[in-house]
């Protein structure tokens, strides 16, 4: 990819159109990446900066440049061809999501639906 090629992983994001989203990091502005086996966090210069998956999807999908999302959230984008993965090999994961419910509630079958549908989609 461009990063592996070329090694310049900040000079070359800052010419791309960056988009940031905001949700759920409290440093959204730092986009992490793994180069030559090292943690890295860059900050590029963002030309747009949303507090939601959505919004930051529905740019990307759009054409407006490329942006860091949750694989689950970008998968059926991805299938139907309107986002293409690029620099997957300097991808990191870092957040885990947990379903938490009351015990009371552990035989709705409202709850057990929404957790397989959790299962499925992550």
Known sequence: MLLLRLGLAQV?????AVMVGKAFR?????????????????????????????ALIAALAAGAGIGMCATFVTAPYVTRGE???????????RHNITALWPESRRANPAVRAFLSMLQEAL
């Open 26 to 54: 409290p440093k959204a502005n730092l986009l992490p990446i793994f180069l030559r086996g090292r943690l890295l966090e860059i900050t590029p210069a963002s030309g747009m900066t949303v507090d939601a998956s959505d």
């Open 83 to 93: 986002l293409v993965p690029v620099l997957s090999d300097f991808a990191v994961e």
């Open 12 to 16: 070359e994001l800052a010419r791309l």
